[in-house]
T-cell receptor, first 113, second 113 residues
Framework: QQQVKQSPQSLIVQKGGISIINCAYE??????FPWYQQFPGKGPALLIA?????SEKKEGRFTISFNKSAKQFSLHIMDSQPGDSATYFC????????????FGAGTRLAVHP | DAGITQSPRHKVTETGTPVTLRCHQT?????MYWYRQDPGHGLRLIHY???????DKGEVSDGYSVSRSKTEDFLLTLESATSSQTSVYFC????????????FGEGSRLTVL
């Protein structure tokens, strides 16, 4: 069963636009929600993360919005740039579970100049 | 840099042969993980370790075994490789205990013919 569902699979955005990627989870024990960014040939790298005690976290152009009641969280990339073109993964884990991250299927983002 | 080295980075092998992938870390991190990445599935946890000789199964452990005889090395073994195990394998560590964050290596691409 897929515990973390991610959409869309792929996304094309024009330079300067807003990229939005959504994730939904099922396990209410999850209490850590990171987003990873992966460039071709590289390992995933932590981009930004949130815990359920806040509804939003912003780091530069990247913002996570978190809706605990709906069990959903999303990544917003403001002023998207061609250098943001990568695959993005949402993930979730619970603090009692040895940091075992459960990943979404990924979203391939292409930002066109 | 959390100092993870994966080897080999690329390997082509034939069905039925044994394969061992190595993850080496230089900073005495307690937790280590093996994930596989496949299109449409994101990253899925194979096995993880929470100390020397302490390992446990992840969500896709069938056909894989692991060993951790030293803090710095976490080995993933495919006893008899199958074509379904063609994938990119990533090792990860937790750079700071209690944060939930995983840091990934550069990956090992395995092709089973």
């Amino acid at each position: 069963q897929q515990q973390v569902k991610q959409s869309p699979q792929s996304l094309i955005v024009q330079k300067g636009g807003i990229s939005i990627i959504n994730c939904a989870y099922e396990n209410t024990a999850f209490d850590y929600f990171p987003w990873y960014q992966q460039f071709p040939g590289k390992g995933p790298a932590l981009l930004i993360a949130i815990r359920p005690d806040v509804s939003e976290k912003k780091e530069g152009r990247f913002t996570i919005s978190f809706n605990k009641s709906a069990k959903q969280f999303s990544l917003h990339i403001m002023d998207s740039q061609p250098g943001d073109s990568a695959t993005y993964f949402c993930a979730a884990s619970d603090s009692g579970g040895y940091n075992k991250l459960i990943f979404g299927a990924g979203t391939r983002l292409a930002v066109h100049p | 840099d959390a100092g993870i080295t994966q080897s080999p980075r690329h390997k082509v092998t034939e069905t039925g042969t044994p394969v061992t992938l190595r993850c080496h870390q230089t900073e005495n991190h307690r937790y280590m993980y093996w994930y596989r990445q496949d299109p449409g599935h994101g990253l899925r946890l194979i096995h993880y370790s929470y100390g020397v000789k302490d390992t446990d199964k992840g969500e896709v452990s069938d056909g894989y075994s692991v060993s951790r005889s030293k803090t710095e090395d976490f080995l993933l073994t495919l006893e008899s490789a199958t074509s379904s195990q063609t994938s990119v394998y990533f090792c990860a560590i937790t750079p700071r205990d209690g944060t939930g964050e995983l840091f990934f290596g550069e990956g090992s691409r395995l092709t089973v013919l």
